[in-house]
């Protein structure tokens, strides 16, 4: 990660495109260089010879390549070099394999020929945002004792350490895991340490969302589509269970799934099988299910609104995260947190907290949880002076200091 003095803004992160068709580079080059520090090669020995010279971040590299390498072996090769680089995979002819093989070759994502700007761009910035947080991250002494990899779970309250025992327990074993939280308590957060301290660890994460997606397109999301499946349907798509085989499903806000697709998803846990939308040709998993949720799933099944049978297979094992109102003493650590990832990202001197504006902190609600304490530290960084160096409670918002 470039480093940067508090007085000066965040340095570009350096974005490598890999395309052999010149005005195709020069498009995307124009259309990310005021972002970002735009590098580009038109095949996979001129992409080595620039990353062996210049650090690489991000990555967008075309699957076919003129010359001895493809875009696949220009990946695994780069990622040799800087193995936290973030690479977006450019395909004209998307299939299961190219797609699967792209991800566990450490592809982030991959987009299909052609190229919509806006699309890239949102997989471009969604990757920038996760390399500078798993920068930030490795720059934090760890706040906890032991050898789990707890990357972005900051908190030593004893409600933290069950959680840590917890995930120490059943990260060893395939069992479904169902986790519990407020929205903001950062599930994801869980699921993602769960996965890294398994033995599937080297096999892809894939999150979805279950509540953003209408049921037709959660469905084409889960499962996958072959070509003509449905109107707009123009080539065959591999679904979310595909992309995370050998590797760990998350399925965030799970109470939200239809009764249909709850039919689907518990075939898939009891049979590892599953066929596409508009396919028949059954398809084997090995996938490990995580799920979570801010509803009480058992007070659903009893309203009917939840399978029963399906609420038995995600509740195997139940991790609670408490909400923040429940670890406070984690609060001062948390803001610590969030000054050095905001402070270094917006270059402000911002680095302590006055006592008056931490006990308003500290006793304040939060019905936002974590999420909205960040939120909070991020705004009074940005709102500083940039020779400020403590937060005090005028760069608070009037919703928290008028009500402590």
């Not at 890239?120 to 390399?131: G, I, N, S």
């Not at 297979?313 to 923040?324: A, F, G, K, Q, T």
Request: glycine share 4%; charged share 25%.
């Amino acid at each position: 990660m470039k480093v940067k003095t508090a007085t000066e803004k965040p340095t570009p992160l350096t974005l490598l495109i890999v395309e052999d068709q010149a005005s195709h580079r020069r498009v995307l080059e124009a259309h990310f260089s005021k972002q970002y520090d735009v590098l580009t090669a038109e095949h996979g020995q001129r992409a080595l010879e620039i990353a062996s010279q210049r650090p690489v971040d991000l990555l967008i590299v075309d699957l076919i390549l003129p010359g001895a390498m493809n875009g696949m072996e220009v990946l695994q090769k780069i990622r040799e070099m800087y193995p936290d680089v973030m690479a977006i995979m450019i395909t004209a002819h998307p299939t299961v394999r190219t797609a699967v093989q792209a991800m566990k070759d450490g592809a982030i994502d991959y987009i299909e020929k052609p190229i919509d700007l806006d699309e890239l761009k949102t997989m471009v910035d969604r990757a920038a945002e996760q390399y500078r947080r798993k920068q930030e991250e490795a720059l934090l002494q760890p706040q906890h004792s032991g050898t789990l990899d707890l990357q972005g779970i900051v908190g030593t309250s004893e409600a933290m350490q069950k959680v840590y025992r917890m995930i120490a327990k059943v990260a060893a074993s395939n069992a479904t895991v169902l986790i519990r939280g407020e929205s903001g308590t950062g599930k994801e957060l869980v699921a993602k340490a769960i996965h890294r301290n398994s033995n599937r660890a080297n096999g892809p994460f894939i999150a979805v969302s279950c509540a953003a997606l209408p049921e037709t397109l959660l469905e084409s999301e889960l499962f996958g589509h072959e070509r003509n499946a449905f109107t707009g349907a123009t080539s065959q798509k591999p679904g979310r269970f595909e992309l995370a085989h050998k590797g760990t499903l998350f399925l965030d806000e799970v109470a939200e799934i239809s009764p249909a697709i709850q039919v689907k998803l518990l075939r898939v846990l009891q049979e590892q099988e599953f066929e596409r939308l508009g396919g028949t040709k059954p398809i084997k998993v090995d996938v490990r299910l995580l799920a979570a949720t801010n509803k009480n799933l058992k007070e659903m099944v009893n309203n009917k609104t939840f399978r029963d049978d399906l609420y038995y297979r995600l509740h195997v094992i139940e991790i609670y995260l408490p909400p923040l109102r429940e670890r406070t003493e984690d609060i001062p650590l948390l803001v610590e947190h969030f000054l050095n990832h905001y402070g270094r990202e917006n270059g402000k001197r911002l680095k302590s907290v006055a006592p008056e504006a931490m006990h308003i902190l500290r006793n304040y609600h939060w019905p936002g949880n974590v999420r909205e304490l960040e939120n909070v530290i991020e705004r009074a960084v940005v709102l500083a002076d940039r020779d400020t160096e403590l937060l005090t409670p005028d760069l608070l918002p009037d919703s928290i200091t008028k009500t402590v």
